[in-house]
């Protein structure tokens, strides 16, 4: 049976626009600020923290083998949509009231367990809807190609938007004067400029799972009124194995290289995000460039801007420098990144250094997901991406949960600003990232050298 002809008017395009936004929002609102606020409720960097963020990347493992395999082929798809995020809106919703006391263990250990558990149930939901929204995309766009990337680009603008209510959510507004008395540009300057610290911003930062949580039970019921999608059609027993059939091409060694350079650099990602946020935030949190908390986030935020405009150029990068050399580039960004973070962390560096996130992302995951869409056969290729994406985020962003747990432990130092706290020595810890980037790039460079033809793969 044919389709039935879903024309890309304008009603459409916002739907599916607004779908991404949402889609977007939901995870930018909690996913970097939370590498600050949780780790500061006292739950154990050994394993306790490593479950809590690595509960993300089960999600990842589950949206590879539940909604490839099982959930496109049984339910439609909006109204997957509209469940996952009812599930996990008020899973996520819940860890707003979940706020252990740090310095009574007791308690620290008998909260972790919910909070875990709301923290997980919130990711096997969320996670799987990040394909299935590109899915509901493809299904109803008469011309995919040319008009999902004008759509997608509404998801990192969501992403980046997620970060501005905590602009005012954490002001100190306390400091700032009745706009009666000083008028309104100088109430809007002191209010931007005055941020919550101590127990004050950890009460509000917990507004996390509060944005996060409202955001996604709207979208669970804006996804009742987008275009229904139904489930697809069971295709060969084959297909449920595909998988396998793409695993088998990593003895390919070009293939191989990519595999593990993609694990060390998803690795490096989370390690970004893992240390960054309170690495730019106040001194007297245990942060070390002293930017005021209230305006971290949309510092972070530069390198999403910076992604939309790089993916722009990346046609021409690929087509000028080739695969390998693209991808090197994309490597390096982290390590300069990081560099700059070691060695020079005064704040217009800190600040200006994120615009590097747009070639860290661009000239390498997104080169990857072509260059998988390239390289591999037709009919194992969702399935090939499946397992990049697994590596992307998933088995990488675990272990750099885990190693970061431990390097916590090895170098903790006194606040020098409040003496009777510890904090991160960072510069020790970024010199990890940066070498770990510096490998990746070194593999790429002596080891990663593809066929110019992808039939050598195809042929496999």
Same mark, same amino acid.
């Given at each position: 049976?044919? !389709? ?9 395009? =916002? ?13 930018? @609102?909690?996913?970097? #600020? ?22 993300? +990347? ?5 949206? #590879? ?10 339910? @439609? ?23 252990? &006391? ?6 620290? $250990? ?28 493809? %299904? $109803? ?19 980046? *938007? ?46 996390? =799972? ?9 979208? *669970? %019921? =804006?996804?009742?009124? #987008? ?18 059939? @793409? ?49 971290? /986030? ?22 000028? #420098? ?7 580039? /994309? ?22 250094? &994120? ?26 290729? *969702? ?17 750099? &949960? ?12 006194? $606040? ?8 991160? +020595?960072?510069? @020790? ?7 770990? *980037? ?11 050298? !593809? ?10």
């Amino acid at each position: 049976m044919d !389709p039935p002809v879903r024309p890309a008017d304008g009603l459409l395009r =916002f739907k599916l626009s607004t779908m991404m936004f949402l889609q977007f929002f939901i995870w930018g @609102a909690w996913f970097e #600020l939370g590498f600050d606020y949780i780790p500061k409720l006292g739950f154990q960097d050994t394993w306790q923290l490593p479950l809590i963020f690595g509960a993300f +990347n089960i999600g990842a493992l589950v949206a #590879l083998f539940f909604s490839t395999q099982f959930a496109d082929r049984h339910f @439609a798809a909006e109204k997957f949509l509209a469940f996952s995020h009812l599930v996990g809106g008020v899973a996520i919703l819940g860890l707003f009231f979940i706020r252990p &006391n740090p310095n009574d263990p007791q308690e620290v $250990n008998l909260l972790f367990w919910p909070f875990f558990g709301l923290m997980l149930v919130h990711s096997i939901f969320y996670v799987p809807t990040i394909s299935i929204t590109n899915s509901i995309a493809f %299904a $109803n766009l008469q011309d995919p190609q040319r008009q999902f990337g004008p759509i997608r680009v509404w998801g990192t603008i969501g992403w980046i *938007a997620a970060s501005w209510p905590f602009i005012f959510l954490l002001v100190d507004w306390s400091r700032v004067p009745p706009m009666t008395e000083v008028g309104f540009f100088q109430w809007l300057g002191t209010a931007l400029g005055s941020s919550l610290v101590g127990e004050n911003s950890m009460a509000m930062k917990r507004c996390i =799972f509060l944005v996060a949580g409202v955001a996604s039970l709207l979208l *669970a %019921a =804006f996804s009742l009124c #987008l275009p229904h999608t139904p489930p697809k059609p069971a295709a060969t027993a084959a297909d449920a194995l595909a998988w396998l059939k @793409a695993m088998r091409h990593l003895k390919k060694p070009f293939i191989a290289v990519l595999f593990l350079v993609t694990f060390i650099d998803a690795a490096v990602h989370q390690s970004f995000f893992y240390w960054t946020f309170t690495f730019l935030g106040p001194k007297v949190d245990g942060g070390w460039v002293d930017i005021p908390a209230n305006w971290v /986030g949309p510092v972070m935020k530069i390198g999403q801007i910076a992604e939309i405009l790089t993916m722009f150029i990346l046609g021409y990068a690929l087509k000028s #420098l080739g695969w390998r050399w693209t991808m090197i580039l /994309g490597v390096l960004g982290h390590a300069a990144r990081f560099a700059v973070f070691t060695y020079y962390p005064e704040p217009w560096a800190a600040i200006t250094v &994120n615009v590097l996130h747009g070639i860290c992302y661009a000239f390498f995951f997104a080169t990857v997901y072509i260059f998988v869409d390239e390289f591999f056969p037709k009919d194992v290729r *969702a399935s090939a991406q499946g397992l990049f994406n697994v590596l992307i985020l998933g088995v990488g962003p675990f272990a750099a &949960n885990v190693l970061c747990g431990y390097l916590r432990q090895v170098y903790v130092m006194s $606040n020098p600003v409040v003496p009777d706290k510890t904090m991160v +020595n960072y510069p @020790a810890v970024f010199q990890y990232s940066m070498g770990a *980037a510096l490998v990746a790039a070194l593999l790429l460079a002596l080891l990663f050298h !593809p066929p110019k033809q992808a039939s050598a793969v195809e042929s496999a």
